[in-house]
T-cell receptor, first 116, second 114 residues
Framework: DAGVTQSPTHLIKTRGQHVTLRCSPISGHKSVSWYQQVLGQGPQFIFQYYEKEERGRGNFPDRFSARQFPNYSSELNVNALLLGDSALYLC???????????????FGQGTRLTVV | AQSVAQPEDQVNVAEGNPLTVKCTYSVSGNPYLFWYVQYPNRGLQFLLKYITGDNLVKGSYGFEAEFNKSQTSFHLKKPSALVSDSALYFCAVRVVYNFNKFYFGSGTKLNVKP
């Protein structure tokens, strides 16, 4: 079985530009979450999507948005990029949002975004 | 508020010696606790979790963790470290009533020397 796949793996953007990151969850997983990991820190929650609807949002500005498609894949969009947006963006999939907190999430390898 | 603390930025241990990576947590209600490992330029790999039951949980690659409710701790352990265990380790707590999101600690870099 393929794991969580993210694309691209690396990306360099200029301040003010827009970026789209993509994630394909494990087959059968309906929940996708996005995390931002700044160098030297633990991942921070950005969004959770389940059944194509936003179910949770972290403390990130409105420049961050996301969506989930009928095949449960997801996109994370960031507008008006700032230098501080440079980070590893991780996508995690789980079988069900409603499974309960005891279900582990499976993470992709991440997209390394560098804003210059 | 939910939080996870990993008090050591780095842990150094010789190969073959036991290792411990510390984690304490603060959460409302019953905690669901996890350990993940991250190798350079890679995502997070699940190691083990505590949901309920036996306080000692066993996970992948010979790792285990001990849940201590009174001390609100969930330390990661391994009886005999390998050089290949060198990586970044994250403790996380999951909150059921808050979108099932993970709260991660800041990470502990484990260095196992030959």
């Amino acid at each position: 079985d393929a794991g969580v796949t993210q694309s691209p793996t690396h990306l360099i953007k200029t301040r003010g530009q827009h970026v789209t990151l993509r994630c394909s969850p494990i087959s059968g997983h309906k929940s996708v979450s996005w995390y931002q990991q700044v160098l030297g820190q633990g991942p921070q929650f950005i969004f959770q999507y389940y059944e194509k609807e936003e179910r949770g949002r972290g403390n990130f500005p409105d420049r961050f948005s996301a969506r989930q498609f009928p095949n449960y894949s997801s996109e994370l969009n960031v507008n008006a990029l700032l230098l501080g947006d440079s980070a590893l963006y991780l996508c995690a999939s789980s079988r069900s949002r409603l499974t309960g907190g005891g279900t582990e999430a499976f993470f992709g390898q991440g997209t390394r975004l560098t804003v210059v | 508020a939910q939080s996870v603390a990993q008090p050591e930025d780095q842990v150094n241990v010789a190969e073959g010696n036991p290792l411990t990576v510390k984690c304490t947590y603060s959460v409302s209600g019953n905690p669901y606790l996890f350990w993940y490992v991250q190798y350079p330029n890679r995502g997070l790999q699940f190691l083990l979790k505590y949901i309920t039951g036996d306080n000692l949980v066993k996970g992948s690659y010979g790792f285990e963790a001990e849940f201590n409710k009174s001390q609100t701790s969930f330390h990661l352990k391994k009886p005999s470290a390998l050089v290949s265990d060198s990586a970044l380790y994250f403790c996380a707590v999951r909150v059921v009533y808050n979108f099932n999101k993970f709260y991660f600690g800041s990470g502990t870099k484990l260095n196992v020397k030959p």
